[in-house]
C-alpha cells in the first residue's frame, strides 16, 4: 500500500511563503502521477496542482502564479512551493499519488493525512 507522508505545513502572515513537501513510500511503479489538493471544512476539495514522472505539471487556473509544484530528484518527492500566500489559502493540504490519474480535477487512489496551512491577516 502507498503511504504519502506530509510535512511542510504552519501558520504565516499574509504575503508569506510556506513550502510543502509529501514523500511516497511503497511506490513500486515507473511512471504515476502526484499532486496537491486542499480542503476548507464545509467545502469540496479542490485541485492545486498535479505532476507527472516525466515532470508534466498542471495547474488548478485559479492557483496559476503563486503556486509552484516541482519534484524531487531521484526521490518519491514533491514539493509545493507558496507564495504571496492569502488568508483564503487557509486549508488543509492533501498529497495524492496515483498510477493512472493525472488531474487537478482529482480521482487518485492514494492520498496522505494532509498538513494545516493557516495564513492570518
Known amino acids: 500500500q502507498v503511504q504519502l507522508e506530509e510535512s511542510g505545513g504552519g501558520s504565516v502572515q499574509a504575503g508569506g511563503s510556506l513550502r510543502l513537501s509529501c514523500t511516497a513510500s511503497r511506490v513500486f511503479w515507473f511512471s504515476y502521477c502526484m499532486g496537491w489538493f486542499r480542503q476548507v471544512p464545509g467545502k469540496e476539495r479542490e485541485g492545486v496542482a498535479v505532476?507527472?514522472?516525466?515532470?508534466?505539471?498542471r495547474y488548478a487556473d485559479s492557483m496559476k502564479g503563486r503556486f509552484t509544484i516541482s519534484k524531487g530528484n531521484g526521490e518519491n518527492t514533491v514539493y509545493l512551493q507558496m507564495d504571496s500566500l492569502q488568508p483564503e489559502d487557509t486549508a488543509m493540504y492533501y498529497c495524492a499519488l496515483d498510477r493512472w490519474v493525472c488531474s487537478v480535477r482529482g480521482g487518485f487512489k492514494h492520498w496522505g493525512q494532509g498538513t494545516q496551512v493557516t495564513v492570518s491577516s
Open positions: 505532476i507527472e514522472t516525466d515532470g508534466t505539471t
